[in-house]
């Protein structure tokens, strides 16, 4: 939806596929149950039909799956389960026929412990080229059984893990997910060879993995816990205090080293045509923080993770709109806003579930959608998918493994296409898929919402289509009125109502709203709570 001269990314919406759970062919690899490329492939169309201008991929390389393609074995090739390369080729050109664009996912702080390099190291062994590559070190105490310092993996447990020979190597996720030292210099260069390969296919652009973790401090010294929260896991202790604690020590992210590697790809994207882009997956603890991956010689957007981490409350909506802007503003950088990916629990869960939960992130949804900057969107919530209770059974999330905690597989099970049983046009046939869909979703299908006034995916495909009407601009006034939020984009008026009460609307004509709201001839005089509107001055049409 850009204007001519400006990067198309810089006000693009998004759409997140999760490879295995968005449709399957079930001619691959992984029959039907599972999702791959040429599934993805045939439903590009409904894409294009809902609006959206790229299309996000999550790993589809040749990996053992311990982490379902993050775990990345062999960076220039499609796994087997998925398709071949030439799967790939056709989804980017049939993408680009339709006029969508594709951005692969990039993994580049570990590799799996089943890619060569990998494997080289531990035949190596220690001290050779081989070992560092990866950040090999020997072990703490008399005889070197304790691990080399008190990192622990995102996924719970210790970041270490021993070998035969009694070395230990570093992984800040699963033991299956060796992290690669990007001191050496090796590891930039096979990585440019790896971007170049994509952007030669037709990559439009780039998630980064994993954007904040690439250096570590040199030292690998012991992280230091705040006063108080001596003994616990650190990483816990990081997801509760997110946006709060700013003070937190972290010698493993957010390293000033890990710039210089996207300033290196910046200048790789810019050999190519065509904007391409790179955007960060970097859990950074403050807009300017993330500010930084964004600056003019790196990468060209960050997911600003801060939109979703806000709880349901006008003031907190406005202090991230109001921070995100005043800290992209200087280094020249559009936002993004997000609120569901295949790491979080789904929003409509968050905000409560049900009937409520559905209402209020039809209505974020809606108010993010009219915010400058690009809009990424997690396959599923356009049909208002809920965060599934998978049975401890079913479970692959590989922190399931390691800490017994519930994990991430609620919010990857397969999207729902048509029919009133599993597996829901899912794939061909009538197996369940990787993970089995609930009973229950028959009428939450792509089929059940089709042309069905009022349906999660109508609101969606209404709201994309008038965003496409919304002005231009680079800036919003954003104010809170008791607890409702208001947005001024132009002469468009977005009002959230995050409070209990229904409260007056300013006069105006009502363009779109998340639920309900009594309209007569157009116009509607009051909102209802967990409900957005996106209004303009009457009489006014452009
Ligand atoms: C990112 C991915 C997540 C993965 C992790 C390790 O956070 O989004 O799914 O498990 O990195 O690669």
Redesign the pocket.
Known sequence: MSAPGREWWRDAVVYQVYVRSFASSGERGGGPGIGDLPGITSRLPYLRDLGVDAVWITPFYTSPQH?HG?DVADYLDVDRLFGTLDDADDLIARAHELGLRVIVDL?P??TSDEHAWFRAALAAGPGSPERARYLFRDGRGADGSEPPNNWRSVFGGPAWTRVPDGQWYLHL?DTT?PDLDWRNPEIGDMFEAVLRFWLDRGADGFRV??AHGLVKEASLRDQEMPPGTEGRDPNRVREESMVARTDFDEPMWDQPETHDVYRRWHRVLADYDGDRMDVA?AWARTPEAIAAYVRPDEMQQAFNFLWLLAGWSAQEFADVVTSTFAAMDPVGASPTWVLSN??VVRHVTRYGGGAQGLARARAATLTMLALPGSSYHYQGEELGLEQVDVAPEDRQDPSWFRTGEVGRDGCRVPVPWSGDAPPYGFGPGTLQPWIPQPLDWAGLTVQAQTGVEGSTLELYRAALAARRELPAVDAVDVRVEADVLVVERGDVTVVLNCGTTEVPLPEGELLLASGPVDAAGGVAGSLPPDTAVWLRPAGRSR
């Open positions: 982490d993050y993994v702080n570990h996720f997910q993995d994993v997956e295949h790491d």
